[in-house]
């Protein structure tokens, strides 16, 4: 039985989402994630200005008259939603965790795939893959993946991206548009990451929380590690430490960038402490215009 207060943030969630997608985002999904090619269509007489190219022989030579192959854009998408459901994502210093931004990103891009007449499927993963819901259309497949992005109790508490990507390997042969949302606070992903870019259109959403980077100073402090459950003691008012975490941060995330960069890989940075709308646009409108 699903708690009332979940019902609710999934209703909350839809709301919300539902409105961004109509009022805000209207037009740029479909705009940047395209079909899957041109299938035929039908065939009809040939007209001045037809391209010859496009001349149906068989059907001429039968009929005697010209006639010509039409064909349209193969609209249909699958999109994979790949959440990481480990320790960190239960993180956060502003209005929300990690893990609540991921459910509302994944709520805003499974209805603007729905809304296209696209299948939502979702991985859930931490450092095993905890669950998969097969790739489906409609209004009540897709409150089941925000439920499931809310509700679900992982098993796990570390990460591995590695073992997330096999599977996505395994149970997508077709090309799919799949979203990887996580703080990738993982390694050893690349190789595999690389080769499946190449089967798939992978978009990388990496969220992160500025505490992560930024201590306050607060004296001693005792902090425990969300994937490994180690507790360490911090002194906040050092000044030589603080340095070493922000050089540590900075050094993940160029590493993270790094990869990215290398197989052209497209990815959008999110925080806690800021709306997701405006990094989302501003990722719809440079997707956009290299499509154009």
Known sequence: ????????????IEIRTGKLVNDVFA????????????????????????????????????????????????????????ADMSGSG??????KMKKEIMAEIGALLAFSAIKNNDKVGLILFTDQVEKFIAPKKGRPHVLRVIRELLYYKPQGKKTSINAALEYLGKVLKKRAVVFL??????????????????????????ISDPRETHLPDVGLIEFEDAETGEMICVDTSD???????????????????RIFKSMALDSIDLSTRESYIKPLMLFFRARAKRFR
Do not use: C
Request: no cysteine; charged share 35%; aromatic share 10%.
């Open 1 to 12: 039985m699903i708690p009332k207060e979940i019902l609710k943030k999934v209703r909350q």
């Open 90 to 95: 239960y993180f956060g210093t502003k209005e």
């Open 181 to 206: 949302i996580s703080d990738f606070m993982d390694s050893n992903y690349e190789r595999l990451l690389r080769i499946l870019n190449k089967r798939h259109d992978i978009i990388g959403i990496s």
């Open 239 to 257: 000044v030589l430490l603080k340095n070493e975490i922000i050089k540590r941060k900075r050094s993940f995330m160029e590493n993270r960038n």
């Open 27 to 82: 037009g740029s999904y479909e705009s940047v994630f395209k079909g899957r090619g041109m299938e035929f269509h039908e065939v009809r007489e040939y007209v001045p200005g037809d391209d010859i190219r496009s001349i149906d022989w068989n059907v001429t030579a039968r009929t005697g008259n010209p006639y010509v192959k039409k064909f349209v854009e193969e609209r249909e998408l699958t999109v994979l939603l790949m």
